[in-house]
């Protein structure tokens, strides 16, 4: 998701990975106003830094269908380059510290 960052007439000012307190209107990445924002704005730049936008989230999509088709013995984890199951691991461990360090810090709130 994109937050988006207005100017004084209401058109678009910047748009954001995060929100903000200048950007809190939620936008997706194929919004025709987006869009036309970054073809008017800033070229191949505007382009790229969108296309991150969405990897971070495809990454996220694919992990959970990884997951999902191991779970359902559709494919072995053992069947992945042995580079793939190292960065799959790794991330599923940050994700579990995040995850535990969040209700610790709840817990004692």
């Known amino acids: 998701m994109l937050y988006i960052e207005r100017n004084a007439d209401g ?3 910047a748009i954001h990975q995060a929100p903000s ?3 809190t209107e939620q936008k997706t990445l194929l919004d025709e106003e987006v869009i036309a924002f970054l073809g008017k704005d800033g070229g191949l730049d505007s382009w790229i830094k969108l296309l ?5 989230s495809i990454i996220r999509v694919l ?6 088709l191991v779970k359902k013995n ?11 199951r190292t960065k799959l691991r790794e991330r599923k461990r940050v ?4 995850e535990h360090d969040h209700l ?3 817990d004692i709130l």
């Open 11 to 13: 058109a678009i000012a």
């Open 63 to 68: 992990e959970d269908l990884i997951d999902l």
């Open 21 to 23: 307190e200048k950007a």
């Open 95 to 98: 994700r579990e510290r995040m």
């Open 74 to 84: 559709v494919i072995m984890l053992t069947e992945l380059p042995e580079e793939a």
């Open 104 to 106: 610790m810090v709840d």
């Open 52 to 56: 991150s936008y969405s990897d971070v």
